[in-house]
């Protein structure tokens, strides 16, 4: 291994490109939901269970907090579905160069911005 190669280990100065960033945003957007799973199901479950467990979890849902809280849920989901879109268009063969892959990494910000913003006005 050679010693003299240049060491950045300050991760402020690493420039990424948009594609990166998406990817990134994809994985944790992932995981998000994977975490957001058991208390969306906890919610489901308590709502069907009877109709006094119905209105404690429509009350929980009026306060603020809940409400940031399933936005963001939402937002993970609605950016983790247009992204795996991209990647299953990747898959059919469409925007797999690097100029096309930066162009679809832009879309998949742009629209994701928009629809989180719409949804933000639509839980408000």
């Given at each position: 291994?050679?010693?003299?190669?240049?060491?950045?280990?300050?991760?402020r100065?690493i420039k990424?490109p948009?594609t990166a960033?998406?990817?990134?945003?994809?994985?944790i957007?992932?995981?998000i939901?994977?975490?957001?799973?058991?208390?969306?199901?906890w919610?489901?479950?308590t709502?069907?269970?009877?109709?006094?467990?119905?209105e404690?979890v429509?009350?929980?849902?009026?306060?603020?907090?809940?409400k940031?809280?399933?936005?963001g849920?939402?937002?993970?989901?609605?950016y983790?579905?247009?992204a795996?879109?991209?990647?299953?268009?990747?898959?059919?063969g469409?925007?797999?160069?690097?100029?096309?892959?930066?162009?679809?990494?832009?879309?998949?910000?742009?629209?994701?911005?928009?629809v989180?913003?719409?949804?933000?006005?639509?839980?408000?």
């Amino acid at each position: 291994m050679n010693s003299k190669r240049p060491v950045n280990l300050d991760l402020r100065t690493i420039k990424l490109p948009v594609t990166a960033y998406t990817s990134i945003l994809h994985r944790i957007s992932g995981v998000i939901l994977f975490v957001a799973i058991a208390a969306l199901l906890w919610m489901l479950d308590t709502s069907l269970s009877s109709e006094s467990g119905f209105e404690q979890v429509k009350s929980c849902l009026a306060n603020p907090l809940a409400k940031l809280v399933i936005w963001g849920i939402l937002s993970a989901l609605l950016y983790h579905l247009i992204a795996g879109v991209r990647h299953l268009v990747m898959d059919a063969g469409i925007g797999e160069g690097l100029e096309s892959g930066k162009l679809g990494s832009q879309i998949v910000i742009v629209v994701s911005a928009i629809v989180i913003v719409l949804l933000g006005v639509w839980i408000w």
